[in-house]
């Protein structure tokens, strides 16, 4: 009997130690400044501007490749919420790696509120997801992140033209225009 209130005991603590543990990251939001926070008011002052670069995709498990030409990003700063920027991705033409594929345009898309959050030296983008309707299609957008370092940015995104039964991943990187 004795054995069985220690074994007791033991799996009671093995359940309940771990719901009592923190972490302290999740109970400080102090270690990771947003871009709102008084003293970061220049962070999204940073980041807005015009970034060249280059872009890749990949299908489905299909394929991927990179799409040819210079691509130009833009983040434009939100004036009434320091805490988000809007981002300005470009128009692009490729043509999937599919048997018999024919090439595939998507327009310049524009997403707002992507959320900023910086560690001082490295700016993070996110946004959980989108839709923007062009011309009566929908373009479904599923995690937008990125970072900036420096001059030099990477954003990722998962989007779904219209009916597509597969996202298309879209990569950009490059470095902002002075």
């Given at each position: 009997?004795?054995?069985?209130?220690?074994?007791?005991?033991?799996?009671?603590?093995?359940?309940?130690?771990?719901?009592?543990?923190?972490?302290?990251?999740?109970?400080?939001?102090?270690?990771?400044?947003?871009?709102?926070?008084?003293?970061?008011?220049?962070?999204v002052?940073?980041?807005?501007?015009?970034?060249?670069?280059?872009?890749?995709?990949?299908?489905?498990?299909?394929?991927?490749?990179?799409?040819?030409?210079?691509?130009?990003?833009?983040?434009?700063?939100?004036?009434?919420?320091?805490d988000?920027?809007?981002?300005?991705?470009?128009?692009?033409?490729?043509?999937?790696?599919i048997p018999?594929?024919q090439?595939f345009?998507?327009p310049?898309?524009?997403?707002?509120?992507v959320?900023?959050?910086?560690?001082?030296?490295?700016?993070?983008?996110?946004?959980?997801?989108?839709?923007?309707?062009?011309?009566?299609?929908d373009?479904?957008?599923?995690?937008?992140?990125?970072?900036?370092?420096?001059?030099?940015?990477?954003?990722?995104?998962?989007?779904?033209?219209?009916?597509?039964?597969?996202?298309?991943?879209?990569?950009?990187?490059?470095?902002?225009?002075?």
């Open positions: 009997m004795k054995s069985f209130r220690f074994i007791s005991a033991v799996a009671a603590l093995a359940v309940f130690v771990p719901v009592f543990t923190s972490c302290d990251k999740d109970n400080n939001d102090e270690d990771e400044p947003s871009a709102g926070d008084d003293n970061n008011v220049e962070v002052d940073n980041l807005a501007g015009t970034y060249s670069g280059s872009m890749d995709y990949s299908v489905g498990n299909m394929g991927a490749g990179t799409i040819t030409g210079e691509y130009e990003l833009t983040i434009i700063e939100d004036e009434s919420d320091k988000n920027v809007t981002v300005v991705i470009p128009s692009c033409s490729f043509v999937p790696p018999n594929a090439q345009t998507i310049e898309l524009t997403v707002t509120d959320d900023v959050t910086t560690d001082g030296e490295e700016y993070t983008l996110e946004k959980d997801s989108f839709t923007i309707s062009i011309e009566e299609k373009y479904k957008g599923n995690k937008l992140t990125g970072t900036v370092k420096g001059t030099e940015i990477n954003i990722r995104y998962q989007l779904t033209p219209g009916g597509m039964p597969w996202p298309i991943v879209f990569t950009f990187s490059g470095t902002i225009n002075k």
